[in-house]
């Protein structure tokens, strides 16, 4: 079973700072199958990037991500008052298909 | 517009039984594979369930195999999940959820429905 470690835990920032959200895979994940989810409070996960790198329908360019092998990122260019979420990562290599513990973006 | 809404979820002792269900519209539901992921207090989102397009084939997480049985009716575009011999560590929201063929990542997910396994 691959085991995603994601950090920080939590990433207190303001408005329109950067933000950059890591995931570390316990083996390879191979052809780069990782996603990357929000959630806010109360809400389901939504999906933001898929094939480690390429931004869901509708997603803002503001969010970008990269990586390969077992080290991936997730960034926020500028953060909106609306990114202020959980991210979760994700791989879909094979089953089972295992989530990262999650990073909450807070507002500092 | 793609819409998923689970319901059935509530309160039950340990031991008892759920079925939760998952009502598509928007797309050819018939399809799609379709999952059913929870979040739970102790172990965050967990997948728990997924079934083929067709319902040829089903595949389960270890925590829940022999305990719980995925289905479909394609024709009432409806998934649907029976839990039994529920434990205290299966309480969580449950979310059914999408995946684009091929592909095990989620691309819509329900608004979830909670169960509490609780004496």
């Known amino acids: 079973e691959i085991v995603l470690t994601q950090s920080p835990g939590t990433l207190s920032l303001s408005p329109g700072e950067r933000a950059t959200l890591s995931c570390r895979a316990s083996?390879?994940?191979?052809?780069?199958?990782l996603a990357w989810y929000q959630q806010k409070p109360g809400q389901a996960p939504s999906l933001l990037i898929y094939?480690?790198?390429s931004r869901a329908t509708g997603i803002p360019d503001r969010f970008s991500a990269s990586g390969s092998g077992t080290d991936f990122s997730l960034t926020i260019s500028r953060l909106e008052p609306e990114d202020f979420a959980m991210y979760y990562c994700?791989?879909?290599?094979?089953?089972?298909?295992?989530f990262g513990g999650g990073t909450k973006v807070e507002i500092k | 517009q793609v819409q998923l809404v689970e319901s059935g979820g509530g309160a039950v002792q340990p031991g008892r039984s759920l079925r939760l269900s998952c009502a598509a519209s928007g797309f050819s539901f018939r399809d799609y594979g379709m999952y059913w992921v929870r979040q739970t207090p102790g172990k965050g989102l967990e997948w728990v369930a997924r079934i083929w397009y067709d319902g040829s084939n089903e595949d389960y997480a270890d925590s829940v195999k022999g305990r719980f049985t995925i289905s479909r009716d394609n024709s009432k575009n409806t998934l649907y999940l029976e839990m039994n011999s529920l434990r205290v560590e299966d309480t969580g929201v449950y979310y059914c959820a999408r995946h684009p063929s091929a592909y095990d990542y989620f691309d819509c997910w329900g608004q979830g429905t909670l169960v509490t396994v609780s004496s």
């Open positions: 994700q791989h879909y290599v094979s089953s089972p298909f295992t």
């Open positions: 094939g480690a790198s």
């Open positions: 083996q390879t994940v191979s052809h780069n199958n």
